[in-house]
């Protein structure tokens, strides 16, 4: 039984990119998101993007994520030498490909 606790957050406006955080595996994330959008929207990735094969989707891995604060409501994800002094976490960058 794993103990992971995955969390999905979607990103930008078009809604075509997620934050996937608490796995280190790839076709967990790809669940994940599957599954995230299924709740969210009632319909699967394939019916909201009109796509007529399976979604393919791209992963971006990385340990250095970090997150500035723009307003109060609103951040943007930074990773790399901009989030040295940052709180950093691991997670995966999903894009429908």
């Given at each position: ?10 990103m930008g406006e078009d809604g075509a990119q997620w ?36 979604v393919e989707f791209a992963f971006q891995h990385r ?35």
């Amino acid at each position: 039984m794993s103990t992971e606790t995955i969390t999905v957050q979607t990103m930008g406006e078009d809604g075509a990119q997620w934050l996937v955080t608490g796995t280190t595996d790839a076709h967990s994330a790809d669940e994940a998101v599957r599954q995230h959008v299924e709740h969210e929207s009632g319909e699967t990735i394939e019916a909201l993007l009109d796509a007529d094969e399976l979604v393919e989707f791209a992963f971006q891995h990385r340990t250095d994520w970090a997150w500035v604060p723009m307003t109060y409501d609103a951040s943007y994800l930074i990773h790399g030498e901009d989030s040295v002094s940052r709180l950093q976490f691991a997670g995966y960058l999903v894009s429908a490909a």
